[in-house]
């Protein structure tokens, strides 16, 4: 087993574990490096590898080294700029203020920060426009200050670790640090390599340093001497590092799923703006315009263009037709008188259905139509809600369609989905008869409600020309995708959550 180990460590791992145990089983990486003339970043990356296989133990520590900036260097080969000042006023003793600058040799911009460090210390006082020198700042001349001597020292060392400072650096370095620029402070790491046990049972077996081959020549291959190159030994049962291969979103996965189906049944696609006008969002559909899903709290209705062009006058006047007494359907229609500017709002759309009314004034009979979009509503955000979310809508049109046809396309659709799925009668202002769909749980025990679906009544059919049968459907997409991927928040549907995003299937069943 450990000769196995052994067979299979790289040429630089080798190196380090016979440097090791040349060194009393431990040592730095430095010390390795210069023994074996490897590279540091070698070394240090054969001690990683060592320590994944608990061979050898890295023990890390880091300290804080403070050195000189050039700044630094030259206030401590030339004086701090107090200490410049103090060494003129020991001849003078009082010096204008205005004249410190040319006194002591130092920029004006030097003077102003001088002058407060002179006064902290206590070396002058400021009298009448005045600098003059105290009985401190006199026994001060001979005498240097705590952070002049860090200054020497780290002129003289080049840096110093802050590990348990003596009180005179500690005091110094105080100092300092509260001007900028002075000197820079940063965190050093030292490693130590040392042999685990298993290291050193390894090395007591005998290691041989021996070249490896990496790659093999066509000369070799062609000639056989590839068969007398030593060769590193692989652990075929090691650990691979996890990967997180490229795939897609689980949303635009499912509803990619869902256009597969409908493509496969032998559907046409199509697609409409999301920006609509209330005629096709409502009105074309039968939808009254009281209605209360027209209400602002329902709908985003848009300021720039507040109206939109409607279709032909002869579709319009039938839609009027429709809604104040039912046209030539038989229908009482809603009885009360149709608002034209009302129609020719625009709206962000409410549903996807606006398309299947205006793929059905745009092609004849027979024809099977879905569309899969982005839909709007005025909802307050919840794990359950949003006020933006997907639908996919289809028709089917021709003249033997029946109710039963639609319970039978959408039986398929669920079942392609892995659904077994069961109706109910429901109400849409819009279709006649109406259901809506409910899918079964198994885990849970229970029945969900996931879409709808009917027979477009005749109000919406005669205006525009349909005289055969229309079956509809539509679903929300998001809550279909909740169910597949397990979430019980539609919030996390939109979340950058890589954590998630990375361990969910490449493949949704």
């Not at 090791?20 to 490096?33: D, T, V």
């Not at 049972?201 to 340093?209: A, R, S």
Request: proline residues 4%; charged residues 30%; aromatic residues 8%.
């Amino acid at each position: 087993m450990l000769q196995n180990i052994i067979d299979e460590l790289t040429l630089y791992e080798k190196m380090v574990l016979k440097a090791l145990e040349s060194l009393n089983y431990e040592s730095s990486p430095e010390k390795i490096a210069e023994i074996q003339n490897m590279d540091i970043k070698a070394v240090m990356s054969a001690a990683g590898s060592l320590a994944s296989k608990d061979l050898i133990e890295v023990q890390k520590d880091v300290d804080e080294v403070i050195s000189l900036s050039n700044t630094g260097k030259e206030y401590a080969e030339e004086g701090l700029p107090e200490r410049r000042i103090l060494m003129a006023l020991k001849d003078e003793e009082v010096i204008p203020m205005k004249d410190l600058g040319t006194a002591a040799g130092l920029h004006p911009s030097e003077v102003k920060v001088a002058i407060g460090w002179l006064l902290k210390k206590k070396w002058a006082v400021i009298d009448k426009g005045n600098v003059r020198i105290t009985e401190e700042g006199k026994s001060s001349v001979s005498k240097e200050h705590s952070d002049e001597l860090l200054l020497d020292k780290l002129l003289e060392v080049q840096k110093l670790l802050l590990f348990n400072p003596s009180k005179l650096i500690s005091e110094g370095f105080n100092l300092l640090k509260k001007r900028k620029g002075l000197i820079d402070v940063k965190k050093e790491s030292k490693y130590n390599l040392k042999l685990t046990e298993n290291g050193k049972q390894l090395v007591e077996i005998g290691i041989e340093i021996k070249e490896q081959a990496t790659q093999l020549t066509h000369e070799q291959l062609k000639t056989g001497s590839w068969k007398n190159l030593e060769y590193r030994s692989y652990d075929v049962h090691a650990e691979h590092p996890e990967t997180f291969p490229g795939k897609m979103h689980p949303l635009q996965r499912t509803i990619e799923d869902i256009r597969q189906i409908f493509l496969k049944m032998g559907f046409t696609e199509s697609q409409g703006s999301i920006l609509e006008s209330a005629f096709w969002n409502f009105d074309c559909l039968f939808q009254p315009q009281d209605h209360a899903a027209r209400e602002m709290q329902d709908t985003f209705y848009i300021k720039e263009p507040k109206y939109v062009n409607l279709p032909s006058k002869e579709l319009v006047e039938k839609v009027a037709d429709a809604h104040e007494n039912g046209g030539y359907t038989g229908s009482e229609g809603w009885g009360y008188s149709w608002d034209v500017e009302v129609a020719k709002q625009s709206v962000l759309r409410t549903h996807t259905t606006c398309v299947s009314a205006r793929f059905l004034a745009e092609h004849k009979p027979p024809l099977k139509m879905f569309s899969v979009g982005r839909v709007f509503r005025r909802e307050t955000i919840t794990y359950k809600h949003l006020p933006e979310f997907h639908q996919v809508e289809g028709i089917v049109a021709a003249d033997d369609i029946t109710f039963r046809n639609l319970l039978g396309i959408l039986k398929e659709f669920y079942h392609k989905l892995g659904f077994e799925v069961r109706f109910r009668p429901a109400y849409f202002p819009y279709t006649y008869l109406s259901v809506e769909c409910e899918i079964y749980l198994p885990d849970k025990q229970t029945w969900i409600e996931l879409g709808g679906a009917g027979m477009f009544r005749p109000e919406v059919l005669e205006p525009l020309r349909i005289e055969t049968p229309v079956a509809a459907f539509g679903l929300g997409i998001e809550r279909l995708a909740m169910l597949r991927l397990d979430i019980k928040d539609i919030r996390m549907l939109y979340k950058s959550d890589i954590g998630w995003l990375r361990h969910l299937p490449v493949k949704m069943e």
